[in-house]
């Protein structure tokens, strides 16, 4: 059974930083795609930052410069260093993967999902 288990969210205040992990178990995403996405309160779920099965990396563009991601595939596990962190990052975020090896943007492209962690950024 795959399971993504999220973890690193928390309160910070502005200008702050955070870093998310995402532990994947079941079988090995080495060679698939993996991303992060987020959804605040009354609002759709967007897409964050993605990183396929070579180190390459899409950004939205709302953090590219402030957030990296990053991936350990000895661990299966995927990370989001969030940087200089300002009240609208606040939301849920959830980590996923592929079955494919790109860096996805589409919510659809993706096959499993964690449950989500809360990060609320404070002014």
């Known amino acids: 059974q795959v399971q993504l288990v999220e973890s690193g969210g928390g309160l910070v205040q502005a200008g702050g930083s955070l870093r998310l992990s995402c532990a994947a178990s079941g079988r090995s995403f080495r060679g698939n795609g993996m991303g992060w996405f987020r959804q605040a309160p009354g609002k759709e779920r967007e897409f964050v930052a993605a990183i396929n099965w070579s180190g390459g990396t899409n950004y939205a563009d709302s953090v590219k410069g402030r957030f990296t991601i990053s991936r350990d595939n000895a661990k299966n596990t995927v990370y989001l260093q969030m940087n200089s962190l300002k009240p609208e990052d606040t939301a849920v975020y959830s980590c996923?993967?592929?079955?494919?090896?790109?860096?996805?943007?589409?919510?659809?492209?993706?096959?499993?999902w964690g449950q989500g962690t809360q990060v609320t950024v404070s002014s």
């Open positions: 996923a993967a592929s079955s494919t090896y790109g860096s996805a943007i589409r919510a659809n492209e993706y096959d499993y």
